[in-house]
């Protein structure tokens, strides 16, 4: 789900489907593209499913939904979860109070259940849900430079500062938003946001005008944010209860966790959770899915795994029984059993820190 691909094919991009969306792959070399982003800054397409709500019962209607409490004041956003009865994650979102309306990032292909579902539990209140997914364009910049980056481009406002902040300005003639992004690469970050029409000129000018930047893809985002211990919607949150991945940021425990217009009392949200999730470096990359061995017990499965290009070293992580000894472990390549030794998460120390990294009591 691209606004701009015949620029991306300009410079070179190879495509593939992730999510249900066409997204590109990579634009070569990724290795080395993934070495610039860590040590320099790069520009990524993001590709969200976008729903836009009015009314003056928007905030509200959002918040009794949502595992987190949404901003009342312009100019601010949260990270948040949506929940089903049992307390499993059903998506992940960005909620971002944007005056006289809401906007929520969410992965591709929930926006649009999200907004029919939503809109059949409005009841009386106030508010008006759009999926606006085609209306924008949003481009990821991260790397210890990026507020150089950015700073070198934006025209009528200073940087925001502050995780899931935000200021509006220009970039060229095209009106943009740009959030300070909760560093998902571990790195410093923002999302720049503006209109699907405008998309091309921004993303020209992110990459070639003030500071160069490297375009980079969905390979170099997955390696970037699995050195950086962030657990993704498809890999490792769908279908998992919060306190499993260690989701601290993404609840807040006074409000409690809505689904709907009901209290999920199901939810772990204190206490220590039946498992968790690890960082571990194994002698061969496995396969999602590979199974984790603690001694002869079976302990858990790995979520993802990659060959780092910072470390130089195949690294996983694992959603493990939350008392399994895998200081030195096992996991199952190719049908064989290759050692893999517990590593701290992040696995690479950035520029900042992802603010979904694991925390657990």
Known sequence: MTVVPDTHERHGATFAEHDGRRVVEEYGRPERTHRAVRNGVGVIEMG??????????????????????????????????????????RTDLYVYNAGERLLCFTPPAQAGPLAE???????????????????????GVHGPTSTEKVASVLNGAASPDGHLTFVRGSMGDAGVTVVASDAPTGEEGYEVVCAADAAEEVFDTLLTRGMNAVP????????????????????????????????RNALDFEKGCYVGQEVVSKIENRGRPSRRLVGLAVDAVPDAGAAVFAGDDHAGEV?????????????????????????????????????????????????????????YD
Not at 312 to 326: C, K, M, Q
């Open 48 to 89: 969200y499913g976008v729903l836009e709500l009015t009314g003056e019962d928007r905030v509200e209607f959002v918040d009794n939904a949502v595992s987190n409490r949404v901003p009342s004041e312009d100019g601010r956003g949260v990270y948040a979860l949506l929940l089903d009865p049992q307390g499993a994650v």
């Open 117 to 139: 579902e939503w809109r059949e539990n409005t009841f009386i209140q106030d508010v008006e849900i759009r999926e606006a997914s085609t209306d924008f364009g949003v481009f």
């Open 216 to 247: 980079f893809g969905h390979r170099t985002w997955n390696t970037l944010t699995l050195e950086a211990g962030t657990p993704l919607f498809a890999t490792e949150l769908e279908g998992q209860v919060p306190n499993v991945l260690g989701l």
């Open 303 to 359: 979520t993802r795994a990659v060959d780092s290009p910072t470390l130089e070293e195949p690294l996983a992580l694992a959603l493990v029984d939350y008392g399994a000894d895998i200081e030195s472990a096992t996991v199952r390549v190719d049908g064989e059993e290759r050692e893999a030794t517990r590593r701290a998460l992040p696995f690479v120390e950035g520029s900042d820190t992802s603010a979904r990294l694991p925390t």
